[in-house]
Protein backbone atom coordinates (compact mmCIF):
# COMPACT_ATOMS: atom_id res chain seq x y z
CA UNK A 1 0.00 0.00 0.00
CA UNK A 2 1.57 3.31 -1.15
CA UNK A 3 1.99 6.20 1.57
CA UNK A 4 -0.43 8.92 2.16
CA UNK A 5 1.93 11.54 0.91
CA UNK A 6 2.67 9.67 -2.40
CA UNK A 7 2.26 11.72 -5.93
CA UNK A 8 1.67 10.60 -9.60
CA UNK A 9 3.78 12.71 -11.63
CA UNK A 10 2.48 13.05 -15.24
CA UNK A 11 4.48 14.35 -18.13
CA UNK A 12 2.73 17.79 -17.65
CA UNK A 13 4.45 18.37 -14.76
CA UNK A 14 7.47 17.61 -15.07
CA UNK A 15 7.64 19.65 -18.45
CA UNK A 16 6.52 22.41 -16.23
CA UNK A 17 9.03 22.14 -13.94
CA UNK A 18 11.63 21.94 -16.85
CA UNK A 19 10.67 24.32 -18.52
CA UNK A 20 10.85 28.07 -17.09
CA UNK A 21 8.63 29.10 -19.80
CA UNK A 22 5.59 26.77 -19.10
CA UNK A 23 2.35 28.17 -17.28
CA UNK A 24 2.79 26.38 -14.30
CA UNK A 25 6.67 26.90 -13.97
CA UNK A 26 6.53 28.24 -10.86
CA UNK A 27 3.66 25.77 -9.29
CA UNK A 28 6.20 22.80 -9.91
CA UNK A 29 9.17 24.22 -9.16
CA UNK A 30 7.89 24.99 -5.72
CA UNK A 31 6.36 21.64 -5.23
CA UNK A 32 9.49 19.70 -6.59
CA UNK A 33 11.82 21.65 -4.01
CA UNK A 34 10.17 19.75 -1.08
CA UNK A 35 8.18 17.02 -2.54
CA UNK A 36 7.13 14.02 -1.25
CA UNK A 37 7.25 10.46 -2.45
CA UNK A 38 6.78 10.50 -6.14
CA UNK A 39 5.82 8.18 -8.89
CA UNK A 40 5.16 7.92 -12.54
CA UNK A 41 5.58 5.79 -15.33
CA UNK A 42 8.20 5.00 -17.92
CA UNK A 43 5.53 6.10 -20.97
CA UNK A 44 5.33 9.60 -19.06
CA UNK A 45 9.45 9.32 -19.25
CA UNK A 46 9.47 8.77 -22.88
CA UNK A 47 6.85 11.45 -23.80
CA UNK A 48 8.56 13.86 -21.97
CA UNK A 49 11.79 12.53 -23.96
CA UNK A 50 9.87 13.23 -26.96
CA UNK A 51 8.61 16.36 -26.43
CA UNK A 52 11.79 17.69 -25.69
CA UNK A 53 13.33 16.36 -28.75
CA UNK A 54 10.71 17.61 -31.26
CA UNK A 55 9.96 20.87 -29.45
CA UNK A 56 13.98 21.73 -28.92
CA UNK A 57 16.61 19.37 -30.04
CA UNK A 58 18.33 16.27 -28.69
CA UNK A 59 20.66 17.58 -26.43
CA UNK A 60 17.21 19.10 -24.52
CA UNK A 61 15.98 15.34 -24.82
CA UNK A 62 18.31 14.29 -23.04
CA UNK A 63 19.02 16.96 -20.09
CA UNK A 64 15.05 16.17 -19.37
CA UNK A 65 16.87 12.64 -19.06
CA UNK A 66 19.07 13.65 -17.08
CA UNK A 67 16.57 15.69 -14.36
CA UNK A 68 14.25 12.65 -14.07
CA UNK A 69 17.68 10.40 -13.28
CA UNK A 70 18.47 12.90 -10.41
CA UNK A 71 15.25 13.71 -8.91
CA UNK A 72 15.64 11.37 -6.48
CA UNK A 73 11.86 10.85 -4.30
CA UNK A 74 10.84 9.61 -8.38
CA UNK A 75 10.72 6.43 -8.73
CA UNK A 76 9.78 5.23 -12.31
CA UNK A 77 7.60 1.98 -12.56
CA UNK A 78 7.58 0.12 -16.21
CA UNK A 79 4.99 -0.50 -18.08
CA UNK A 80 4.80 -4.13 -19.04
CA UNK A 81 2.13 -6.30 -20.47
CA UNK A 82 0.04 -6.75 -17.33
CA UNK A 83 -0.15 -2.68 -16.85
CA UNK A 84 -0.64 -2.02 -20.96
CA UNK A 85 -4.09 -4.54 -20.92
CA UNK A 86 -5.04 -2.56 -17.53
CA UNK A 87 -4.79 1.05 -19.32
CA UNK A 88 -6.31 -0.30 -22.37
CA UNK A 89 -9.16 -1.47 -20.56
CA UNK A 90 -9.30 1.89 -19.21
CA UNK A 91 -9.26 3.37 -22.72
CA UNK A 92 -12.00 1.48 -23.37
CA UNK A 93 -14.17 2.68 -20.15
CA UNK A 94 -13.03 6.59 -21.13
CA UNK A 95 -13.49 6.15 -24.97
CA UNK A 96 -14.95 9.30 -25.04
CA UNK A 97 -11.67 11.07 -23.76
CA UNK A 98 -8.84 11.97 -25.42
CA UNK A 99 -6.64 9.67 -23.36
CA UNK A 100 -3.25 8.29 -24.55
CA UNK A 101 -2.12 4.95 -23.10
CA UNK A 102 0.39 6.83 -20.90
CA UNK A 103 -2.37 8.57 -19.27
CA UNK A 104 -4.26 4.95 -18.72
CA UNK A 105 -1.18 4.13 -17.67
CA UNK A 106 -0.87 6.70 -14.95
CA UNK A 107 -4.56 6.19 -14.43
CA UNK A 108 -3.72 2.65 -13.39
CA UNK A 109 -0.97 3.21 -11.36
CA UNK A 110 -2.59 5.37 -9.07
CA UNK A 111 -5.27 2.81 -8.43
CA UNK A 112 -3.10 -0.02 -8.33
CA UNK A 113 -1.07 2.62 -6.00
CA UNK A 114 -4.35 3.91 -4.46
CA UNK A 115 -2.47 7.25 -5.00
CA UNK A 116 -4.86 10.19 -4.79
CA UNK A 117 -2.27 12.98 -5.41
CA UNK A 118 -1.60 13.65 -8.96
CA UNK A 119 0.90 16.13 -10.39
CA UNK A 120 -0.30 17.03 -13.58
CA UNK A 121 -1.63 19.87 -16.11
CA UNK A 122 -4.02 17.14 -17.76
CA UNK A 123 -7.48 17.68 -16.29
CA UNK A 124 -8.55 13.97 -17.75
CA UNK A 125 -5.95 12.96 -15.23
CA UNK A 126 -9.09 13.54 -12.66
CA UNK A 127 -11.41 11.03 -14.07
CA UNK A 128 -11.09 8.41 -11.41
CA UNK A 129 -11.39 10.75 -8.32
CA UNK A 130 -7.46 11.95 -8.23
CA UNK A 131 -6.91 15.31 -6.18
CA UNK A 132 -5.17 17.64 -8.98
CA UNK A 133 -2.42 19.87 -7.80
CA UNK A 134 -3.61 22.35 -10.33
CA UNK A 135 -6.90 22.73 -8.64
CA UNK A 136 -5.16 23.18 -4.94
CA UNK A 137 -2.99 25.99 -6.34
Known sequence: MAARTEAYVDTGALIAFADGSDTYHPLFRRLFARPPGLVTTTL??????????RRFDAARGLQ???MIRALKPLRVCAVGPTEQRAATALLRKFSDQPLT???AAGLQLMAARRIRNCWSTDRHLGLTGARLVIHEH
Do not use: I, Q
Not at 44 to 53: N, R
Open 101 to 103: LAD
Open 64 to 66: FLA
Open 44 to 53: VVAEGHGWFL
